[in-house]
């Protein structure tokens, strides 16, 4: 079997893994007063189903990007999205509306076309240790004119999100290849500086993912779960020697895909933040973990999409639980 059908079948089982705790997430929430604490769910079994979920799908999500690019693992968290759209709309009790079934076809079709022309081979190349600093700067200084006072914030937000998530799942890759291929120390200079900048913008993500979202799912989730793998592929075609395979027309057929996947997205996040309306909470559809995100562990749900595990704290929302 080789890297990529690998790397391919790993972020698939990821993907479900995420959709599958994004499920039993809202449906705890449903069964949640507003006024409840976190505490509060520690003692219920549910909690954990969906944090071990979570953390599988972080693992199987860091797993892919030891066997594939990030050009071609990343995109394939917005299966996440895709997943969850029949699980939630069967554990609602509800048949997938025609704008569900479009952004699922539309979503797929675009992933197929990215992943006919992205680059195949097992990731060798890593950051080193300016790069990984040049990255890290780079992306605060982003995230800090994202973060401006001005209009618009969750949109901002959301897009500093989704960058801090996917440059997350592009150092995690960098961590994970050094690690496994045993090509130098197990510990260095370069490997701790690294997962600080893991943790640190893992958190970022879960942070900026959580302000996002206070004035409305839709949009935030679309650009939340879009941002993160156009932030991962362009480390991985700039720095780490990723290609596209093919050429022009190569290049065409990815740009086509792209466009697809972004309309699909797109409707289905719109579909997502009808369903899960204040004051619908008893039929409300999950909305998982925007991302790939980075999908490192932490604390309650990884980033990867990837997509970062986020939990949301607000059990007013769904899901309760940060690429």
Do not use: C
Request: aromatic share 2%; glycine share 14%.
């Amino acid at each position: 079997m080789n890297a990529t059908v690998i790397a391919v079948a790993l972020s698939l089982v990821s993907a479900a893994a995420y959709a599958s705790a994004a499920v039993a997430q809202a449906r705890l929430a449903g069964r949640t007063e507003p006024g409840a604490g976190v505490l509060r769910l520690l003692g219920r079994g549910a909690w954990w189903s969906a944090v071990a979920l979570n953390a599988g799908g972080a693992l199987l999500h860091v797993a892919a990007l030891k066997y594939g690019p990030l050009t071609l693992v990343q995109p394939l968290g917005a299966l996440t999205l895709v997943a969850a759209v029949p699980l939630g709309a069967r554990a609602a009790g509800r048949r997938v509306t025609r704008t569900e079934w479009r952004g699922t076809i539309l979503t797929l079709l675009g992933l197929g076309a990215l992943l006919m022309t992205a680059g195949g081979a097992a990731p060798h190349e890593t950051l080193s240790l300016p790069e990984a600093l040049a990255v890290g700067a780079g992306t605060m200084a982003v995230v800090a004119g994202l973060g401006r006072p001005g209009a618009r914030p969750g949109l901002r937000h959301a897009a500093a999100s989704g960058i801090t998530s996917g440059v997350a799942s592009a150092l995690t890759q960098t961590l994970t290849v050094s690690v496994t291929d045993h090509t130098g120390p197990l510990f260095s200079w370069r490997l701790v500086v690294v997962a600080l900048l893991v943790s640190a913008f893992a958190m970022s993500g879960l942070l900026l993912s959580q302000t996002a979202y206070r004035g409305g799912l839709g949009a935030p989730l679309a650009v939340v779960t879009l941002a993160n793998p156009v932030a991962a592929a362009a480390i991985g075609l700039a720095l780490l020697g990723e290609r596209l395979q093919g050429g022009a027309t190569s290049l065409l057929l990815a740009l086509l895909g792209t466009a697809a996947a972004v309309r699909g997205v797109i409707l289905l996040s719109r579909a997502q933040a009808r369903t899960s309306a204040p004051g619908d909470r008893a039929v409300a559809a999950p909305v998982p973990p925007a991302g790939p995100p980075s999908r490192v562990v932490t604390g309650s749900r990884a980033t990867a999409g990837g997509r970062v595990l986020r939990p949301e704290l607000e059990l007013d929302r769904v899901p309760v639980g940060g690429s």
